[in-house]
């Protein structure tokens, strides 16, 4: 026994012993980083990081870094990489959403900007255009040209670089172009995931010629997968920037290709799109700045939960516990009702400050009862109007100077709509479907299928500040899931004090609006099921959740967190 207590305090000096910079505390949170008081640790780096989902696109991120270039043209190279090596997230036929934050320069202040690029209703877009004959969404048509919206990917990232950029936009493409061209082996994972596409992309050539041998034969792990096509279509948007997308061959194989289909995209509707650049949603949690993603994105309906969460002490009540876990899907599910309001132009105006305001939070917080859940019948519906003054992948990078991008983009689901417009190599979005189709009255409002509508989601990319500067940047895909990803991430690191790695890597619960279950990942103690069904919860266990890719900065190091839920991922610092 003597020996153990010996055993345990040498364990306890190397711990105490940890330089000043690696300590187990990193300001009020952050957590044990080298020392042995959690089993995850972050990797670590210097000079700058960038975390991906795909080890591929991390390392030629990074590269960028090496070679000068900060942190916005890291992300565009990431994100340009990732749509050869990650195809059925990582895309040029998507689109999503960026906070960035510059730091400020002998010529320029401090900037924290928002970029939307997500999907847009074409032009002639009709209320039963995705319809079946019994007026309800046709599936079928969404998994088809129909149901692709305007892509904005090329667009966000051209508007990025103008901003902010300092390497030349050829030479972030060139990266991926070569990858495409000369071709990446398959991991297994990679190569799985496709060849379980083969039925959904049977009948939509262009995909079956872009990611399947002659015959409809998949790739196998450990094969060469070259991408012709797609390397032409990166070139053209290499050589014009975001006209090799949006006019000239490109744009005429896409509109060719989508008309062939039965879609409605044409030419005008990719001339005319624009990214929207606005400022973040900004609030704070338990002292710590956060700039969230604003409509159509769900930072909104985060912030609302943190903000709600705020008025409960889950550092007491601990992490795991079944009163925690009651507390944040109580807050989630009231967060979730209230996204009903979370809409886009032209013909809806979300309240996004009285969704995010502290005031409205309160009144909401009251809601939540110690023993009991909410259900459809005891969750009224919010009204924050009194408080308004008048497949997804995910990627991070930071870099020397202090500037961070937070990026995720997406097809909507994995592989999109599982079609390719012939010659241009690149999956298309789903994202048209993700409006009200066929459905009308209270909670719709907000998302109905209009023409020039632009296309929301539950995707939030956050960046936490300390001091002024970035400290966390996190975000994940998901879908239905990335918004209680989101809650428990931030809780985990400024409430419970993990790490980023031992924060991404607990087990997560999801839960979404008054009358769905409250799920839980692998890893949960079985004791905590009928502990939450007590308060009436009806518990499900579910499949991993999300894949968030974070990087906290702090001391001058670079503390990246790359997801184990998804292969492949990886975390890598400049040095």
């Given at each position: 026994?003597?020996?153990?207590?010996?055993?345990?305090?040498?364990?306890?000096?190397i711990?105490?012993?940890?330089?000043?910079?690696?300590?187990?505390?990193?300001?009020?949170?952050?957590?044990d980083?080298?020392?042995?008081?959690?089993?995850?640790?972050?990797?670590?780096?210097?000079?700058?990081?960038?975390?991906?989902?795909?080890?591929?696109?991390?390392?030629?991120?990074?590269?960028?870094?090496?070679?000068?270039?900060?942190?916005?043209?890291?992300?565009?190279?990431?994100?340009?990489?990732?749509a050869?090596?990650?195809?059925?997230?990582?895309?040029?036929?998507?689109?999503?959403?960026?906070?960035?934050?510059?730091?400020?320069?002998?010529?320029?202040?401090?900037?924290?900007?928002?970029?939307?690029?997500?999907?847009?209703?074409?032009?002639?877009?009709?209320?039963?255009?995705?319809?079946?004959?019994?007026?309800?969404?046709?599936?079928?048509k969404?998994?088809?040209m129909?149901?692709?919206a305007?892509?904005?990917?090329?667009?966000?990232?051209?508007?990025?670089?103008?901003?902010?950029?300092?390497?030349?936009?050829?030479?972030?493409?060139?990266?991926?172009?070569?990858?495409?061209?000369?071709?990446?082996?398959?991991?297994?994972?990679?190569?799985?995931?496709?060849?379980?596409?083969?039925?959904?992309?049977?009948?939509?050539?262009?995909?079956?010629?872009?990611?399947?041998?002659?015959?409809?034969?998949?790739?196998?792990?450990g094969?060469?997968?070259?991408?012709?096509?797609?390397?032409?279509?990166?070139?053209?948007?290499?050589?014009?920037?975001?006209?090799?997308f949006?006019?000239?061959?490109?744009?005429e194989?896409?509109?060719?290709?989508?008309?062939?289909?039965?879609?409605?995209?044409?030419?005008?509707?990719?001339?005319?799109?624009?990214?929207?650049v606005?400022?973040p949603?900004?609030?704070?949690?338990?002292?710590?700045?956060?700039?969230?993603?604003?409509?159509?994105?769900?930072?909104?309906?985060?912030?609302?939960?943190?903000?709600?969460?705020?008025h409960?002490?889950?550092?007491?009540?601990?992490?795991g516990?079944?009163?925690?876990l009651?507390?944040?899907?109580?807050?989630?599910?009231?967060?979730?009702?209230?996204?009903?309001?979370?809409?886009?132009?032209?013909?809806?105006?979300?309240?996004?400050?009285?969704l995010?305001?502290?005031?409205?939070?309160?009144?909401r917080?009251?809601?939540?009862?110690?023993?009991?859940t909410?259900?459809t019948?005891?969750?009224?519906?919010?009204?924050?109007?009194?408080?308004?003054?008048?497949?997804?992948?995910?990627?991070?990078?930071?870099?020397?100077?202090?500037?961070?991008?937070?990026?995720?983009?997406t097809?909507?689901?994995?592989?999109?709509?599982?079609?390719?417009?012939?010659?241009?190599?690149?999956?298309?979005?789903?994202?048209?479907?993700?409006?009200?189709?066929?459905?009308?009255?209270?909670?719709?409002?907000?998302?109905?299928?209009?023409?020039?509508?632009?296309?929301?989601?539950?995707?939030?990319?956050?960046?936490?500040?300390?001091?002024?500067?970035?400290?966390?940047?996190?975000?994940?895909?998901?879908?239905?899931?990335?918004?209680?990803?989101?809650?428990?991430?931030?809780?985990?690191?400024?409430?419970?004090?993990?790490?980023?790695?031992?924060?991404?890597?607990?087990?997560?619960?999801?839960?979404s609006?008054?009358?769905?279950?409250?799920?839980?990942?692998?890893?949960?103690?079985?004791?905590?099921?009928p502990?939450?069904?007590?308060?009436?919860?009806?518990?499900?266990?579910?499949?991993?959740?999300?894949?968030?890719?974070?990087?906290?900065?702090?001391?001058?190091?670079?503390?990246?967190?790359?997801?184990?839920?998804?292969?492949?991922?990886?975390?890598?610092?400049?040095?």
């Amino acid at each position: 026994m003597r020996r153990g207590f010996r055993c345990l305090a040498g364990l306890l000096a190397i711990t105490l012993a940890v330089p000043a910079g690696l300590v187990a505390q990193t300001g009020p949170s952050g957590g044990d980083i080298v020392g042995y008081g959690e089993i995850h640790h972050p990797t670590i780096g210097r000079d700058g990081m960038v975390v991906s989902q795909n080890a591929i696109a991390t390392r030629v991120g990074v590269e960028i870094l090496r070679k000068g270039g900060n942190a916005v043209d890291a992300a565009v190279a990431t994100a340009f990489a990732l749509a050869v090596t990650l195809p059925r997230a990582g895309n040029v036929g998507g689109g999503g959403y960026m906070l960035i934050h510059m730091a400020p320069t002998a010529d320029r202040p401090a900037q924290t900007i928002a970029i939307d690029y997500y999907g847009q209703a074409p032009r002639a877009t009709t209320p039963d255009l995705l319809l079946d004959a019994t007026g309800r969404f046709d599936r079928d048509k969404g998994y088809s040209m129909k149901g692709v919206a305007i892509p904005g990917t090329v667009a966000g990232l051209w508007e990025a670089h103008q901003r902010f950029g300092k390497l030349r936009w050829g030479t972030l493409i060139a990266p991926a172009i070569a990858l495409a061209r000369n071709g990446v082996v398959l991991s297994d994972d990679e190569a799985k995931a496709t060849a379980e596409q083969a039925k959904a992309m049977a009948d939509d050539p262009g995909a079956m010629a872009a990611f399947f041998k002659p015959g409809g034969v998949a790739y196998r792990a450990g094969e060469l997968f070259r991408q012709p096509d797609l390397a032409w279509s990166l070139k053209q948007i290499a050589a014009r920037g975001r006209d090799g997308f949006y006019k000239g061959p490109v744009a005429e194989r896409l509109v060719a290709g989508v008309k062939a289909g039965g879609g409605i995209i044409d030419a005008a509707d990719l001339a005319g799109y624009r990214a929207i650049v606005s400022q973040p949603i900004w609030s704070d949690y338990r002292g710590q700045r956060i700039a969230y993603m604003p409509p159509t994105a769900s930072g909104v309906t985060v912030a609302e939960a943190m903000n709600i969460l705020e008025h409960f002490p889950l550092a007491e009540t601990g992490w795991g516990s079944a009163a925690t876990l009651h507390t944040v899907a109580e807050a989630v599910k009231i967060a979730w009702s209230d996204r009903r309001l979370v809409g886009g132009a032209p013909d809806w105006n979300t309240p996004t400050k009285g969704l995010a305001s502290k005031g409205f939070a309160a009144e909401r917080a009251k809601l939540i009862q110690r023993d009991k859940t909410l259900g459809t019948a005891t969750l009224p519906d919010g009204n924050p109007y009194p408080y308004e003054s008048r497949d997804t992948t995910h990627f991070s990078v930071a870099d020397a100077a202090g500037n961070a991008v937070t990026n995720t983009y997406t097809l909507s689901a994995s592989y999109g709509a599982h079609v390719v417009a012939p010659g241009t190599g690149f999956l298309l979005n789903n994202s048209f479907g993700n409006l009200a189709w066929g459905l009308r009255g209270a909670g719709r409002e907000a998302t109905q299928p209009v023409p020039g509508k632009r296309v929301g989601s539950t995707i939030t990319p956050i960046i936490v500040f300390r001091d002024d500067k970035p400290w966390l940047l996190t975000g994940t895909p998901g879908g239905g899931y990335i918004i209680a990803t989101m809650v428990q991430l931030l809780s985990n690191v400024i409430d419970h004090r993990l790490n980023i790695a031992e924060a991404a890597q607990r087990p997560r619960i999801n839960q979404s609006g008054p009358g769905a279950p409250i799920e839980l990942e692998p890893g949960f103690s079985p004791d905590i099921v009928p502990l939450l069904e007590a308060r009436g919860h009806d518990v499900k266990p579910s499949a991993t959740m999300g894949s968030t890719q974070s990087i906290m900065v702090t001391n001058g190091l670079f503390l990246g967190a790359a997801d184990t839920r998804r292969p492949d991922a990886l975390a890598l610092g400049v040095r």
